[in-house]
């Protein structure tokens, strides 16, 4: 019989640390997409009463503790940090992405410079606070980018490009760190 060994995305990728930025991939969590129904209003009660959460608005994060709450395209957000109170289905699609995604943080003093190399996005902090999020283009990846920290993000990309991702950073860690 075969013995299936888990593994996280960016085993064996990360940590990396050059210069003043790291790239970590942070412990597994539940990811749950919720997409409402209908009624998004019903939908974000039923968040709100059974995590206290509330849906974000667009381009925005909710958090509360250990979880979080991401906006993730249209009528869609991205539910980390907990498993999905069985209420919520009757609100919304609700949908396991927990091995669907490589999570990534990126921090350091460099860390808007090495993102700028890589997202046609102005991340820096007077433009891109903390808390929002934004689905953009990494290199030829679509990513989710959320400001977790004054000088921290958190990067997701579908699992099958977490190699790629993390080549990527690597390269633009090197550049920025060689400019001094």
Not at 11 to 34: D, H, K, Q
Not at 107 to 134: E, H, K
């Amino acid at each position: 019989m075969v013995e299936l060994i888990a593994k996280s995305a960016c085993e064996g990728l990360l940590p990396l640390s050059i210069g003043s930025v790291t790239a970590e991939e942070p412990e597994y969590a539940v990811m749950t997409s919720l997409s409402a129904f209908a009624d998004p209003s019903a939908l974000d009660a039923a968040l709100s009463k059974a995590h206290g959460l509330e849906l974000p608005l667009p381009g925005q994060s909710t958090s509360k503790g250990g979880l979080r709450c991401l906006w993730f395209g249209r009528d869609s957000v991205m539910l980390i940090g907990v498993a999905p109170d069985p209420a919520l289905v009757e609100h919304g699609a609700v949908v396991d992405q927990s091995d669907a995604w490589a999570r990534v943080t990126l921090s350091g003093a460099g860390a808007v410079d090495v993102l700028a190399r890589l997202v046609p996005v102005d991340l820096r902090a007077a433009v891109f606070r903390l808390g929002q999020t934004a689905r953009t283009q990494l290199g030829h990846m679509q990513a989710s980018i959320t400001r977790t920290a004054p000088d921290g993000f958190e990067i997701m990309v579908f699992r099958s490009m977490a190699g790629s991702l993390v080549h990527d950073l690597k390269r633009a860690m090197a550049a920025v760190s060689m400019r001094g």
